[in-house]
């Protein structure tokens, strides 16, 4: 597994995919992918590689010759969300002729997944906080969670994602667009130094890599969750610096934030066991109250926002969330959570829950439904 995860960051890198392919990568990884049928992750990471692979245009005729397109139509029929996200981000790549967007490694497309002729008006973007997860961030509510790193390597059961299967069919004129990228609670987890990033180097990434799916192009509504909500603020803070990314500011509404820590978290001032308190990640450590990047990216964005009249919903959790085995920590309390615009709503859930509605009709989802509605209610009637 780990020569897997090794050859998914080679094949982030474009003259790393042309040696893959060389050296008859494709027809392996497919050989590969058959052989393990029963297992969702490593197939999941063989179709990150060919995704990757995809994003160079020379390399559409030996994907496509080595029979993988039909793989992927077929994995495009399954229930589960993540493996239909992976085919659908993959063949959308390859599709040159009616997708303009490319979609880079972590970038997945929940809505739509097939071409249609259904006009797109506006994007909904959903950004996950510290150890989330593209899908497992965004599905209904489980009980019992406890945040550690074992949390994310749990998988098998993550399979809803409530902005594929209610919003989507709420608002079919949207696309959705989750982001994934490597998060850690501890740098033990961190297999190499180039995983240790900053929130502003994370930022900077994933704005390159927006921008080439075509955020920015129309409408846009940014959702987050705890750390995510500060990648969002810097992200727009760096595209208000740049010209050629003028567009993403002049075409974002709104913002909804889940519990995202603006003035810092608790979860910075605790350590999970010896191990988190010699080495606590560099992301918890920015997460401290007495941050002083984090104070000028609250003061920044304030004021950023402001002049920019963004309409913005904030929720923030009201219960505790067990850390590890023997620790129960309020990790956003309600003054962090506060951006300084907009409502700012309790909810009696704790921080892993405050972005998973129990259910469809469940007072979190339909208060996020109707902001996004009211928000880009003029983008949508156009």
Request: positive net charge; hydrophobic residues 40%; glycine residues 4%.
């Amino acid at each position: 597994m780990f020569c897997l995860d090794a050859l998914v960051k080679h094949s982030e890198i474009s003259t790393h995919c042309d040696k893959i392919e060389a050296n008859g990568g494709l027809q392996l990884l497919q050989r590969l992918y058959q052989l393990h049928k029963d297992c969702p992750k490593v197939q999941r990471n063989i179709m990150r590689i060919i995704g990757n692979m995809a994003l160079n245009e020379h390399l559409h005729s030996p994907i496509v010759q080595s029979g993988w397109v039909s793989i992927l139509a077929e994995a495009m029929k399954s229930q589960d969300i993540m493996e239909a996200s992976h085919a659908a981000r993959t063949l959308a790549n390859l599709d040159r002729e009616t997708v303009r967007e490319k979609y880079q490694d972590g970038v997945y497309v929940l809505h739509p997944q097939y071409r249609t002729s259904q006009p797109i008006k506006a994007d909904v973007l959903f950004v996950h906080g510290l150890m989330g997860a593209a899908f497992k961030t965004w599905r209904q509510q489980d009980n019992d969670q406890v945040l550690n790193d074992q949390v994310s390597e749990d998988e098998s059961r993550y399979t809803a994602c409530w902005p594929k299967t209610w919003l989507a069919r709420d608002c079919p004129t949207l696309r959705i667009i989750s982001v994934e990228y490597d998060t850690s609670l501890s740098d033990w987890r961190a297999r190499c130094p180039m995983e240790r990033k900053s929130i502003a180097f994370r930022s900077n990434e994933l704005l390159r890599k927006l921008r080439a799916a075509g955020v920015g192009d129309r409408p846009v509504i940014w959702v987050s969750h705890s750390m995510g909500g500060l990648l969002v603020k810097k992200m727009l803070l760096e595209a208000s610096r740049k010209p050629e990314l003028s567009t993403v500011i002049s075409n974002t509404r709104g913002m909804v934030f889940y519990s995202v820590p603006h003035r810092g978290s608790h979860l910075a001032e605790f350590s999970v066991n010896v191990r988190y308190l010699l080495f606590p990640s560099l992301e918890v450590k920015e997460l401290s109250k007495d941050s002083p990047a984090l104070k000028t990216l609250q003061d920044d964005f304030l004021k950023f926002a402001k002049d920019k009249n963004f309409q913005v919903l904030n929720f923030v959790e009201t219960l505790p969330t067990s850390i590890g085995s023997m620790i129960k920590l309020h990790v956003v309390p309600v003054e962090s959570a506060d951006l300084g615009i907009g409502d700012l709503i309790p909810v009696d859930v704790n921080h892993l829950n405050i972005c998973k509605p129990e259910k469809k009709d469940a007072f979190l989802y339909q208060r996020t439904l109707r902001f996004i509605r009211e928000t880009l209610a003029k983008d949508l009637e156009n």
